[in-house]
């Protein structure tokens, strides 16, 4: 006889593996970023549309042919018995293996993972009367992935704990998954976690979070529409409505498990796509030097600055009618413009905490590994999107000098054809993603549900990320992009694979490629930035 928990178990697992499977084999056009239908619409308006009054002929179709060719390659289509999965099993492998084999997929390419010695017994025993040929790995999926030449299709992180945990660091091990290349181009990862217990440490955590973040989902914020019922889309954020730390904790006080859900969903897309990239360039002296200032001073004075108290004090307390150069007014972007440095804000706020959970992760986070630490990495990204514009001098001189010639070749460098200016911030961020190789989000494929265990609700998030090397393989390298942008046909695919993954990602991490749309919101029914669904409540 099932239990009640045990039946909800069932479903999530039956769910979870259906929409991972069908993710990745009869729905795998979907689930790409780059679908060529959406590229094409976006060809079909640039020329027909906007260019076609600014330009002569019509425009060479080889070259959208080639690129559509060419990303089918990349999305190569896969069969439930190709798809390499792994998974934490515990004590009954056999719960999840019964579904897997009904959806088609082969054992051979299946590793369950259990590094608790008892469960792993327990496992084997269960394995050898029905699965006799399953590979049930003795240790930790950092172990693992770091022995294994193949990424994985589906991995699934089915924890105890919540993601913060001090005690078994679940944080660490998703920026595992995405540090070593765990997940195949175009792979789903699916993380089970617990909602902590409602404490004011854990409250503060949340607090630390969200303050900066420019955009955040309504129910953390305990926002309502005029009717009274929940918002359960991305809003503004705290800054924006007018909260300090202390106002901002009595709201996270008053809705802890959608703050905590919220999270759940956030800081997984939020390292996959911003921090992972400038942690693989920073710790890499061959890639970094190909992106920054070799002199190591000259980085760290420029960041300092970024954050520095005493330039606001100076440029608001300043004689009205004294000059000062240019040069003089940088400074201080941390404190005036708080929520484009989120991440920062994050961890500076970790540090002042009072509470010894928060003071732990900033220390996690502030350790350097590789020669680079999270937050210095997180610092150099975002010293790195102001570069182009304040801290010139921070850059490569190969960057310093590729990117003007970008920027020449754009018919509409200054604005006037399509939605949004297409800066000298864009192309910056392309060179380091092209070779920091961030992982996508697809939010449209974005699943997420919840359901009560024996004493915990449990957070279920199924990401679909796409590594879009459809785009970044397709490109030449920056120093070359100038001259392969005169050709307009490539620009135009360049700048519709740019305003395809933006759309995606535009609230959760809304300064991934900023002002990248060729085409606005509402212009047309099939151009609309990408909402996140509600998590949806599992019951028997």
């Not at 004689?319 to 991440?343: N, W």
């Not at 009072?354 to 975002?382: E, N």
């Not at 393989?473 to 005169?486: A, F, I, R, S, T």
Request: glycine share 4%; aromatic share 12%; proline share 5%.
């Amino acid at each position: 006889m099932h239990t009640y928990t045990q039946e909800v178990k069932d479903q999530s697992r039956l769910e979870l593996w259906e929409r991972a499977v069908h993710s990745l084999t009869i729905e795998r056009k979907d689930s790409a970023i780059l679908n060529p239908r959406y590229i094409t619409r976006l060809w079909d308006y640039a020329f027909d549309e906007i260019l076609e009054k600014h330009t002569e002929g019509e425009p060479n179709e080889f070259f959208l042919d080639s690129w559509i060719q060419f990303a089918e390659s990349s999305y190569s289509s896969r069969s439930p018995g190709e798809l390499r999965i792994a998974y934490f099993c515990g004590p009954e492998p056999e719960n999840d293996i019964d579904v897997l084999v009904q959806l088609g997929v082969r054992i051979e390419n299946v590793w369950a993972i259990e590094s608790d010695k008892s469960s792993y017994r327990a496992a084997l025993q269960s394995a050898t009367k029905r699965f006799p040929t399953l590979k049930i790995f003795h240790g930790s999926i950092e172990s693992l992935i770091a022995t294994q030449p193949s990424p994985f299709d589906i991995i699934y992180l089915d924890f105890t704990s919540f993601l913060y945990s001090r005690e078994s660091k679940p944080i660490k091990t998703i920026h595992a998954v995405f540090d070593s290349h765990a997940l195949t181009d175009l792979g789903v990862l699916i993380i089970n976690s617990t909602t902590p217990d409602h404490t004011d440490e854990n409250v503060d955590f949340l607090a630390c979070y969200f303050f900066a973040q420019p955009f955040v989902e309504g129910t953390a914020l305990s926002q309502k529409t005029s009717n009274g019922e929940d918002v359960t889309w991305f809003t503004e954020g705290p800054i924006a409505h007018g909260h300090d730390l202390d106002s901002l904790r009595e709201k996270i006080n008053g809705a802890f498990d959608a703050a905590y859900s919220a999270f759940a969903t956030h800081y997984p897309m939020m390292y996959a796509n911003y921090i992972a990239p400038i942690v693989r360039v920073a710790r890499n002296p061959v890639l970094k030097k190909l992106f920054f200032e070799t002199d190591e001073a000259v980085l760290q004075q420029s960041i300092s600055k970024m954050s520095d108290y005493n330039k606001v004090i100076s440029l608001l307390t300043q004689d009205e009618a004294h000059e000062e150069k240019d040069e003089d007014l940088l400074g201080g972007e941390l404190i005036f413009s708080p929520d484009d440095y989120p991440l920062w804000h994050f961890l500076l706020a970790l540090k002042e905490s009072k509470y010894p959970l928060c003071q732990y992760w900033h220390g996690q986070f502030s350790q350097s590994q590789g020669g680079m630490s999270i937050l210095g990495a997180i610092q150099l990204r975002d010293l790195f999107r102001e570069a182009n514009y304040s801290y010139l001098e921070t850059l490569s001189k190969p960057l310093k000098e590729a990117i003007p010639a970008i920027i020449k070749s754009l018919p509409d460098r200054h604005g006037g054809l399509f939605c949004d200016v297409p800066m000298a911030h864009l192309w910056a961020e392309i060179a380091l993603n092209q070779l920091g190789v961030p992982y996508h989000t697809n939010l449209d494929r974005h699943w997420r549900s919840q359901y009560k265990a024996k004493t915990r609700k449990m957070n279920i998030d199924l990401f679909v990320f796409d590594r879009c090397r459809a785009y970044y393989d397709w490109l030449p390298l920056v120093e070359l992009q100038g001259n392969d942008m005169h050709t307009l046909e490539r620009q135009i695919i360049s700048r519709s694979c740019l305003d395809a993954i933006s759309k995606q990602i535009r609230w959760p991490i809304s300064w991934c490629y900023f002002g990248a749309n060729l085409i606005c919101i509402n212009d047309r029914r099939w151009s609309n930035f990408s909402e996140l669904k509600p998590r949806v409540s599992l019951e028997v």
